[in-house]
C-alpha cells in the first residue's frame, strides 16, 4: 500500500437525447484577409453543447470500449463512420469512489496518467494515450465531476493511421460546455492536503511491511500477534488523522473510500491477532482473507487519488 503523493502540475443525463444542429459559418483571418472558410455545426445534447466541422456528422453507434459504460451515449464521427474514429459523451455511472470505472482501470497495464484542462468554461480530467486490451484504436478520455449527480465522459477515439482525425476530436472537445452546470471548485490537486495523507499513512506502511516480512518468514504466533496488534493500533491512528483532514471537493469522495476501506482493514488485522492469540488455523486462514479483501479496497482507493492527479511515490 503506498502511500505517498504529489501533485501532477503539468459529461450528463440523456433521457431522449434531443439534438439541436445549426450550421454556422466561420473565418479564418489570415495576412489582413479572409484566408479559408470553414463551415461549423453546433450540437446540443442534453446540456452539453459542442462545436464541429460538417466533415463529422452524428450517428447511432461507436465502436465499444471494453469495461466504459458510457449511458445515453451522443456520437459523431467523420462522416458518420464510427468504426474507426469517432467521439462518444455520455453519462458514467455514480458511486464509485473515482470518475474512472474500476472495471475500466484494472484492464490496464498501468494507471492512466490524469491531467487538469480547461475547457471552453469549464475544467476537465483528461487521460491521454489509453491502451486497452482488446480495443485498438488510440483512446483520450475526458471526465467532467457533477456535484450532487454522475460524471459526464467525453472518449475520443482513431485508428493509428487516422491520427488527424484525433486530433479533430481533441479540438471538438476544447469547444465543450455544460449548459445547466457550474463548476463550483477546483479539480487542481491539493498539494498540501496530499502532503497531510501521506504523513497520515507513513506510520502504518512501516508496520504493515514488519508484519508482512515476519509472516512470510512463518514466524512464531506471539510474533505475529504482537506486530499485527500494533498495526490495528497504526491504521486506528491513520483513520482518525485523516478524519481532521478537509479534504479537496474533488477528492471527497475518494478521501471517504480510503477511511472506510483502513478502517475494514483495521479490523482483518485485529481478526488476525486474535487468530494468532488463539492458535486458530480456520480463524487465521479467514483473517488473512478478510485481509487480502481489505486491502483490496485500500488500493483502488489509492487508484482513486492517482486518477485524480494524485500520484503514488
Not at 479572409?34 to 466533415?55: C, D, M
Not at 506510520?203 to 516480512?213: E, W, Y
Not at 486491502?295 to 485524480?308: H, P, Q, R
Request: glycine share 6%.
Amino acid at each position: 500500500m503506498q502511500s505517498h503523493y504529489y501533485v501532477n502540475r503539468s459529461l450528463l443525463v440523456f433521457a431522449s437525447p434531443v439534438l439541436v444542429v445549426v450550421a454556422i459559418l466561420g473565418y479564418v483571418a489570415g495576412h489582413g484577409r479572409a484566408a479559408s472558410v470553414e463551415r461549423t455545426r453546433t450540437a446540443l445534447t442534453a446540456n452539453v453543447l459542442l462545436t464541429y466541422p460538417v466533415g463529422w456528422q452524428p450517428t447511432a453507434g461507436a465502436s465499444e470500449i471494453p469495461g466504459l459504460s458510457i449511458a445515453h451515449p451522443f456520437v459523431m464521427a467523420p462522416d458518420g463512420d464510427a468504426a474507426r474514429a469517432g467521439l462518444v459523451t455520455g453519462e458514467l455511472a455514480g458511486g464509485e469512489p473515482s470518475l474512472l470505472p474500476m472495471q475500466f482501470v484494472d484492464r490496464m497495464h498501468e494507471l492512466p496518467h490524469a491531467e487538469v484542462v480547461y475547457l471552453l468554461d469549464i475544467q476537465a480530467y483528461r487521460y491521454s494515450r489509453l491502451r486497452i486490451p482488446g480495443f485498438d484504436p488510440m483512446l483520450t478520455l475526458y471526465a467532467i465531476p457533477s456535484p450532487g449527480g454522475n460524471p459526464t465522459a467525453v472518449a475520443c477515439y482513431a485508428s493509428a493511421k487516422l491520427s488527424a482525425y484525433m486530433q479533430t476530436c481533441e479540438q471538438i472537445v476544447d469547444t465543450l460546455s455544460l449548459q445547466s452546470q457550474t463548476q463550483s471548485y477546483d479539480l487542481t490537486p491539493d498539494p498540501r492536503y496530499a502532503r497531510q495523507v501521506s504523513a497520515s499513512l507513513e506510520a502504518v506502511d512501516v508496520r504493515r511491511a514488519a508484519l508482512r516480512r515476519e509472516m512470510s518468514l512463518r514466524a512464531a504466533l506471539p510474533t505475529i500477534q504482537r506486530l499485527a496488534t500494533s498495526l490495528v493500533d497504526g491504521l486506528a491512528n491513520a483513520v482518525a488523522s485523516l478524519s481532521t483532514l478537509q479534504p479537496p471537493p474533488a477528492a471527497g469522495q475518494a478521501h471517504a473510500a480510503l477511511s472506510e476501506s483502513l478502517w475494514q482493514a483495521r479490523n482483518a488485522y485485529k481478526a488476525l491477532a486474535a487468530a494468532a492469540h488463539a492458535g486458530s488455523p480456520s480463524r487465521y486462514a479467514a483473517a488473512r482473507t478478510r485481509i487480502y479483501e481489505a486491502e483490496a479496497s485500500v488500493d483502488a482507493a489509492l487508484k482513486s487519488f492517482a486518477l485524480l492527479g494524485y500520484k503514488q511515490t
